[in-house]
């Protein structure tokens, strides 16, 4: 199965881009999407996203929340930062830039990251910042270890 976005490096994908890049990936796994198709209806009954915030975010209306962007990882099998870069929330160049970091000797605030990150957006930022708080919730329900660190 083909796991990329578009080609895009450096900008952020549209509402319109992720529309597009939602309803290939539904359809490649045999959600219908044409009207009365039913494919919106299962797909929300299979991921637990409300059908008015599918039909939203097929017809490239507003940016999703970061729950909502981490129920399509996981019911589309995809990883979260491919979705956060499909849904135009970080760039190839931010992911590229967060995989081969090095290890900080300081705590970095998830604002501060994000301003490193370039996301200067007050929705990109709010958006980062929940989804930070996300992960950190996560691991420490999972009983990781030092949640804060890098």
Request: charged share 25%; net charge negative; aromatic share 4%.
């Amino acid at each position: 199965m083909d796991r990329t976005n578009p080609p895009r490096k450096n900008d952020r994908a549209t509402p319109a881009e992720f529309a597009d890049w939602l309803r290939d990936q539904l359809e490649r796994r045999g959600y219908d999407l044409r009207p009365r198709g039913g494919g919106q209806t299962r797909f929300a009954a299979d991921s637990g996203i409300g059908q008015a915030s599918i039909s939203r975010m097929l017809r490239g209306q507003g940016a999703p929340e970061t729950r909502v962007l981490e129920a399509l990882s996981e019911t589309l099998d995809l990883p979260l930062a491919e979705v956060l870069v499909a849904a135009g929330i970080l760039t190839r160049d931010v992911l590229l830039a967060i995989r081969q970091q090095t290890p900080r000797t300081d705590p970095l605030t998830p604002e501060a990251a994000a301003n490193e990150l370039g996301i200067t957006d007050p929705q990109g930022v709010e958006l980062f910042v929940s989804f930070t708080e996300t992960l950190r919730k996560q691991r420490a329900a999972n009983g990781g270890d030092h949640a804060a660190e890098n």
